[in-house]
Every structure is written in structure tokens, then in C-alpha cells.
Nanobody
Framework: QVQLQESGPGLVKPSQTLSLTCTVS??????????WNWIRQPPGKGLEWMGV???????YYIPSLKSRTSISRDTSKNQFILQLSSVTPEDTAVYYC?????????????WGQGTQVTVSS
């Protein structure tokens, strides 16, 4: 029932800001005890967790990306948004949004299908 869908540009030029939107249906992003994450997978590499916005609006980012990552939300549209500034070709990846929760053990229950983002001039 819960669905997440990523949207945004597939091609971004170096030094620009990448903006991706995750649209959620079947659940509210403000529902207590759920967390809304951005995760990416560069070609040939594993999944890399980027950051999260909690049901309360609190945000957390991986230290290596913290200086240029921002996650926000639009509760009226039930969306959360990733902004990654000063992109380089190293940011080329499939980007996913996903929901998580904790029952003592932190886990994900729903994922978007992913969207390919290529950074190139």
C-alpha cells in the first residue's frame, strides 16, 4: 500500500545542485516513529546511506556529505526533498528514497524504484 517514487533530473552538470523529490502515497510522512531516507548506489559499488528526515522534521546526514546535503519536506504534498550541492562525477549513482522504522532493530520496509542521476558536462 505504501509507495515511494523518486523524481528529478537524470543529468546534472558539475558544480550544480541536484534536487530530487520523493513522493509518498499510502502513508503520511508525519506519522510518528517513521523515518524517510535517501540512499544511493554508484555504479559498481554498494548502497550508501546519505541522510534522513524524521517524522518530527529532524534531519541527520552522513558525515562525508553533511556539508553539501540538505533534506527537507513539504507536508502539504507528502513529499521529502534531497538537495546535493556542488556535484561532481563521483555523485553519479542510482538514488533511492526509502522508509525506515525501529522495533528495537532499525530496518527498512518500503523503497522507491530508484532514479539514475548522471553528473556530466
Amino acid at each position: 500500500q505504501v509507495q515511494l517514487q523518486e523524481s528529478g533530473p537524470g543529468l546534472v552538470k558539475p558544480s550544480q545542485t541536484l534536487s530530487l523529490t520523493c513522493t509518498v502515497s499510502g502513508a503520511s510522512i508525519t506519522t510518528n516513529n517513521y523515518y524517510w531516507n535517501w540512499i544511493r548506489q554508484p555504479p559498481g559499488k554498494g548502497l550508501e546511506w546519505m541522510g534522513v528526515i524524521a517524522f518530527s522534521g529532524s534531519t541527520y546526514y552522513i558525515p562525508s556529505l553533511k556539508s553539501r546535503t540538505s533534506i527537507s519536506r513539504d507536508t502539504s504534498k507528502n513529499q521529502f526533498i534531497l538537495q546535493l550541492s556542488s556535484v561532481t562525477p563521483e555523485d553519479t549513482a542510482v538514488y533511492y528514497c526509502a522508509r525506515s522504522f525501529s522495533t528495537g532493530i532499525y530496518e527498512y520496509d518500503y523503497w522507491g524504484q530508484g532514479t539514475q542521476v548522471t553528473v556530466s558536462s
